[in-house]
Protein backbone atom coordinates (compact mmCIF):
# COMPACT_ATOMS: atom_id res chain seq x y z
CA UNK A 1 0.00 0.00 0.00
CA UNK A 2 1.48 3.57 -0.69
CA UNK A 3 2.09 5.47 2.35
CA UNK A 4 2.19 8.62 0.21
CA UNK A 5 -1.07 9.63 -1.52
CA UNK A 6 -3.30 12.70 -2.34
CA UNK A 7 -7.21 12.14 -1.80
CA UNK A 8 -9.95 14.83 -2.24
CA UNK A 9 -10.97 15.94 1.04
CA UNK A 10 -13.73 14.47 3.40
CA UNK A 11 -16.73 15.70 5.16
CA UNK A 12 -16.09 13.17 7.42
CA UNK A 13 -12.74 14.69 9.13
CA UNK A 14 -14.37 16.76 11.09
CA UNK A 15 -16.19 14.38 12.48
CA UNK A 16 -13.14 11.99 13.48
CA UNK A 17 -11.45 14.14 14.88
CA UNK A 18 -14.34 15.40 17.09
CA UNK A 19 -15.19 11.44 18.00
CA UNK A 20 -11.28 11.40 19.05
CA UNK A 21 -11.21 14.48 20.76
CA UNK A 22 -14.06 13.47 22.92
CA UNK A 23 -12.10 9.89 23.52
CA UNK A 24 -8.54 11.62 24.84
CA UNK A 25 -10.22 14.08 27.04
CA UNK A 26 -12.66 11.37 28.68
CA UNK A 27 -9.59 9.23 29.50
CA UNK A 28 -6.40 12.25 30.14
CA UNK A 29 -8.85 14.46 32.39
CA UNK A 30 -6.10 16.68 32.33
CA UNK A 31 -6.66 20.49 31.74
CA UNK A 32 -5.25 20.38 28.00
CA UNK A 33 -6.39 21.99 24.79
CA UNK A 34 -7.53 19.25 21.96
CA UNK A 35 -6.94 21.02 17.92
CA UNK A 36 -7.75 19.18 14.79
CA UNK A 37 -4.47 20.55 12.68
CA UNK A 38 -3.01 19.59 9.18
CA UNK A 39 -4.89 18.80 5.97
CA UNK A 40 -8.03 17.01 7.34
CA UNK A 41 -8.64 19.98 9.58
CA UNK A 42 -8.54 22.41 6.58
CA UNK A 43 -12.02 22.38 4.41
CA UNK A 44 -11.40 21.42 1.04
CA UNK A 45 -7.72 20.99 1.46
CA UNK A 46 -7.40 17.18 0.17
CA UNK A 47 -3.97 15.19 1.02
CA UNK A 48 -3.32 11.25 2.61
CA UNK A 49 -6.15 11.72 4.60
CA UNK A 50 -4.26 11.53 8.08
CA UNK A 51 -6.50 13.21 11.06
CA UNK A 52 -3.48 15.35 13.09
CA UNK A 53 -4.52 16.34 16.32
CA UNK A 54 -2.60 18.48 18.62
CA UNK A 55 -2.63 18.32 22.40
CA UNK A 56 -0.99 21.37 24.47
CA UNK A 57 -0.65 20.42 27.96
CA UNK A 58 1.29 22.34 31.02
CA UNK A 59 4.82 21.94 30.09
CA UNK A 60 5.66 20.27 33.52
CA UNK A 61 2.56 17.74 32.65
CA UNK A 62 4.26 16.54 28.74
CA UNK A 63 5.78 13.58 30.62
CA UNK A 64 2.44 11.90 32.28
CA UNK A 65 0.23 12.79 29.43
CA UNK A 66 3.08 10.89 27.10
CA UNK A 67 2.84 7.96 29.51
CA UNK A 68 -0.93 7.40 29.39
CA UNK A 69 -1.10 7.70 25.33
CA UNK A 70 -0.14 4.01 24.49
CA UNK A 71 -3.79 3.09 26.62
CA UNK A 72 -5.20 4.69 23.65
CA UNK A 73 -3.47 2.76 20.74
CA UNK A 74 -0.83 5.91 20.35
CA UNK A 75 2.60 4.70 19.65
CA UNK A 76 5.47 7.12 21.00
CA UNK A 77 7.69 7.44 17.31
CA UNK A 78 10.42 10.01 18.45
CA UNK A 79 12.52 10.19 15.53
CA UNK A 80 9.51 12.69 14.24
CA UNK A 81 9.43 14.51 17.90
CA UNK A 82 11.38 17.81 18.54
CA UNK A 83 12.31 19.35 21.59
CA UNK A 84 9.10 20.46 22.52
CA UNK A 85 6.89 18.26 21.17
CA UNK A 86 6.05 14.38 20.99
CA UNK A 87 4.56 12.58 18.40
CA UNK A 88 2.42 9.51 18.36
CA UNK A 89 1.08 7.51 15.98
CA UNK A 90 -2.18 5.08 16.30
CA UNK A 91 -4.09 3.34 13.64
CA UNK A 92 -8.10 3.25 14.46
CA UNK A 93 -11.19 1.57 13.18
CA UNK A 94 -12.40 3.70 10.45
CA UNK A 95 -16.14 3.43 9.03
CA UNK A 96 -14.68 4.59 5.30
CA UNK A 97 -11.46 2.77 5.10
CA UNK A 98 -11.58 0.11 7.63
CA UNK A 99 -8.54 1.72 9.17
CA UNK A 100 -7.18 5.34 9.11
CA UNK A 101 -4.22 6.79 10.58
CA UNK A 102 -3.94 9.33 13.58
CA UNK A 103 -1.00 11.52 14.36
CA UNK A 104 -1.17 13.01 17.20
CA UNK A 105 1.61 16.05 18.62
CA UNK A 106 1.79 16.74 21.95
CA UNK A 107 3.35 19.79 23.23
CA UNK A 108 2.01 22.84 25.34
CA UNK A 109 0.42 25.92 24.68
CA UNK A 110 4.02 28.14 24.35
CA UNK A 111 5.59 26.51 22.09
CA UNK A 112 6.95 26.80 19.13
CA UNK A 113 5.11 24.07 17.54
CA UNK A 114 2.03 24.52 18.90
CA UNK A 115 1.77 28.39 17.79
CA UNK A 116 2.83 26.72 14.16
CA UNK A 117 0.66 23.78 13.99
CA UNK A 118 -1.96 26.16 14.68
CA UNK A 119 -1.09 29.27 12.56
CA UNK A 120 -1.02 27.06 9.30
CA UNK A 121 -4.46 25.66 10.32
CA UNK A 122 -5.82 28.89 10.59
CA UNK A 123 -4.17 30.66 7.47
CA UNK A 124 -5.00 27.89 5.40
CA UNK A 125 -8.86 28.18 6.52
CA UNK A 126 -9.05 31.54 6.11
CA UNK A 127 -6.78 31.93 2.42
CA UNK A 128 -8.40 29.67 0.14
CA UNK A 129 -5.86 30.78 -2.91
CA UNK A 130 -2.98 29.35 -0.84
CA UNK A 131 -5.11 26.37 0.42
CA UNK A 132 -5.70 25.34 -3.13
CA UNK A 133 -1.85 26.34 -4.23
CA UNK A 134 -0.80 23.67 -1.15
CA UNK A 135 -3.21 21.13 -2.43
CA UNK A 136 -1.67 21.22 -5.79
CA UNK A 137 1.45 20.87 -4.17
CA UNK A 138 0.86 17.90 -2.06
CA UNK A 139 -0.24 15.99 -4.77
CA UNK A 140 2.21 16.94 -6.73
CA UNK A 141 4.47 15.65 -3.86
CA UNK A 142 2.63 12.59 -3.59
CA UNK A 143 3.82 11.35 -7.12
CA UNK A 144 7.18 13.02 -7.01
CA UNK A 145 8.26 11.48 -3.68
CA UNK A 146 8.09 8.16 -4.86
CA UNK A 147 7.05 6.92 -1.52
CA UNK A 148 10.36 8.35 0.00
CA UNK A 149 8.84 10.65 3.07
CA UNK A 150 12.20 12.99 3.48
CA UNK A 151 11.75 13.83 -0.22
CA UNK A 152 7.79 14.47 0.06
CA UNK A 153 8.89 17.20 3.43
CA UNK A 154 11.19 18.65 1.11
CA UNK A 155 9.03 19.32 -1.94
CA UNK A 156 6.27 20.30 0.84
CA UNK A 157 8.71 22.78 3.13
CA UNK A 158 9.00 25.97 1.13
CA UNK A 159 5.55 26.82 0.92
CA UNK A 160 4.76 25.77 4.47
CA UNK A 161 8.11 27.88 5.47
CA UNK A 162 6.76 31.00 3.64
CA UNK A 163 3.40 30.59 4.89
CA UNK A 164 4.68 30.53 8.54
CA UNK A 165 6.36 33.62 7.79
CA UNK A 166 4.11 35.27 8.06
CA UNK A 167 3.38 34.48 11.71
CA UNK A 168 3.43 37.79 13.70
CA UNK A 169 6.78 37.51 15.66
CA UNK A 170 6.40 38.00 19.69
CA UNK A 171 8.72 41.38 20.25
CA UNK A 172 12.29 41.45 21.29
Do not use: C
Not at 14 to 29: D, M, Q, T, V, Y
Not at 38 to 44: C, F, I, K, N
Not at 158 to 167: A, E, F, N
Amino acid sequence: MKKYIFKPYSKSFPILFEKEKERIASHLKKDLQIEHVGSTAVPDLGGKGIIDIAIAVRKQEIESVSQQLPLLGYEFRPGYSTPDRLYFIAYLPDPEEGTRRYHLHLTYRESQDWKDLIFLRDYLRTHPDEAKKYAQLKEKAAVESNEVGEKYRQLKDPLIKQILGHLPKRPL
